[in-house]
């Protein structure tokens, strides 16, 4: 089963981070992962300033990535985010940047290409 690197680069800015979940779907040519939890156990993420790294598993390979959709869902109470950029390594070794340097505000549904 391929295994993609991802790795969230949250802002500096005061008040970047956020407590909420943050759910990752990556999109190729061969196919779509599932929507994946990004969090690590006992860990805070996506602080102000940090860059997180996960290992997103999938069942088949996704082909050649064109996008990936960031979901913020509440957690406790409504908290925005800055995201700067995402990075995906393909399973491969090939390093995608899909940049956003954005407010993420609400619960909804990001859309970002390769940059």
Known sequence: MPTYTVTVAT?????AGTDDYVYLTLQ??????ERHLLDKPFYNDFERGAV????????EDLGEIQ?????KRKYWYQDDWYLKYITVKTPVGDYL?????????????VVLRDG
């Open 11 to 15: 802002g500096s800015q005061w008040f």
């Open 28 to 33: 190729g040519t061969d196919g779509c992962s």
């Open 52 to 59: 997180d790294s996960y290992d997103v598993t999938v069942e």
């Open 67 to 71: 996008l990936i959709k960031i979901e």
């Open 97 to 109: 940047e899909f940049p956003c340097y954005r407010w993420i505000t609400d619960e909804k549904e």
